[in-house]
């Protein structure tokens, strides 16, 4: 039969979801956990394919904004929940779905589709290219300490329930969205997302617990973690997983850090996902001991070339001409030349002789400022036409502080 790909309808969502858990390894989702991704799911932006009655194939496209450099919010499409059945593999379903989705991103007038991979080889060929990543760190806190900022004493920390503190947690969380590229401002619902706390990922540690910063009677930061208690002959050895951390000040932020650090019965705090330029590794007393890690985070693909380079500012004037191959959405394909500064940029289609060629996915990894266009040219990614071309456009590219996505979609 052929393969239809066609919009969700709700009374087929529960088949569709569980499609997905059965491609992701076909272990159910905690009730809580399925019940608010249903009412996340935006059914007019999710799709599936179908072969007759069977559904063989899942992918969703949040409405989310992003924060670029320069501050703006541009709006993206959060790509999503996206699988294939096992059995269907090889059929062309990625593609097709892959190909109607990005028809509908551009119809929506959205000049980003974002997401996160599974592996990170899989969405390349279709324009993505790695623009974030993530470090863990695991802190030996017996022999680590935190190199406080003056003003870190006048914060008050104190516990609060989870629950009971979420406004409050979101509202440092809504302040900080545009202080780095790759922040997302989200729909409402969205702060229930953090809250989830199922008992099968605490891997035998506490529920989740909040402790707040307040300074002045305001909340000032917050952080999320559980605590794993454990012991050995020598004594206690507790690690603390560390779930989010936000901070309005740098007061705030070290008196938070200072506090996991110096948890009783503890000797060691773990954090899957910060920034790879996180101002805790130069707070901490010895790196070394901290034990950094880096992998990929978010994937960028321009919808919209034009429009997306627009929506963003550069470090210093610029002016190139791009020839830009993109041959899954051709309507982005040819030369384009980019204006701009730290006050707005112009992107428009041209004739003129390019300085430098390159895919979408290029451009895209590049685009909120983390990976260096002159690294993909080292790479052989990008062929500068012009000399110094490269130079000027990964100067212009680049971005004060590193972006990054603070949760997944």
């Excluded at 096992?86 to 059929?91: G, K, L, V, Y």
């Amino acid at each position: 039969m052929t393969t239809d790909v066609r919009v969700l309808r709700r009374d087929d969502w529960n088949e569709w979801f569980g499609k997905l858990e059965l491609a992701f390894g076909g272990v159910p989702e905690a009730p809580e956990e399925r019940a608010l991704w249903d009412d996340l799911t935006e059914f007019d932006r999710s799709i599936g394919a179908w072969d007759g009655d069977r559904c063989v194939g899942t992918a969703g496209a949040f409405t989310f904004r992003v924060t670029v450099p320069g501050g703006a919010q541009v709006p993206a499409a959060g790509v999503t929940m996206v699988s294939v059945a096992a059995t269907d593999r090889r059929r062309g379903v990625l593609t097709s779905m892959m190909r109607r989705q990005l028809d509908d991103v551009r119809s929506w007038g959205e000049p980003l589709a974002v997401l996160t991979a599974s592996e990170p080889a899989i969405y390349g060929r279709f324009g993505y290219g790695i623009a974030t990543r993530q470090a863990s760190v695991e802190i030996d806190s017996t022999r680590v300490r935190i190199d406080a900022p003056a003003g870190t004493d006048d914060v008050r920390l104190r516990f609060a329930g989870v629950a009971e503190a979420a406004a409050e947690c979101e509202a440092v969380y809504v302040r900080t969205i545009g202080s780095r590229p790759g922040m997302l401002a989200r729909r409402p619902g969205w702060e229930r997302l953090p809250l989830l706390d199922p008992p099968k990922e605490r891997e035998g540690a506490s529920p989740m617990q909040c402790v707040l910063a307040e300074r002045d009677g305001e909340t000032v930061g917050y952080v999320r973690f559980h605590n794993k208690p454990e012991w050995d002959a020598a004594g206690p050895k507790g690690r603390i997983t560390l779930r989010h951390i936000d901070a309005l000040d740098p007061a705030a932020y070290a008196a938070l850090w200072r506090f996991l650090l110096g948890i009783d019965l503890t000797s060691a705090v773990h954090a899957r996902n910060r920034p790879v330029d996180d101002p805790l590794f130069s707070l901490v007393s010895d790196i070394r001991r901290c034990r950094v890690g880096v992998r990929d985070s978010m994937h960028v693909r321009l919808v919209d070339v034009g429009a997306a380079l627009e929506a963003r500012t550069y470090q210093v004037p610029v002016d190139v001409v791009f020839d830009v191959e993109d041959d899954f959405c051709p309507w982005n394909a040819g030369r384009w030349r980019l204006t701009g500064d730290t006050k707005g940029a112009s992107c428009k289609r041209t004739g003129d002789e390019p300085d430098l060629a390159l895919s979408v996915r290029e451009l895209g990894a590049a685009y909120l400022g983390d990976t260096s266009l002159a690294a993909l040219a080292g790479a052989g990614r990008v062929r500068e036409l012009r000399p110094g071309a490269v130079d000027e456009a990964a100067l212009a590219f680049g971005s004060t502080v590193a972006p990054w996505l603070p949760h997944g979609f």
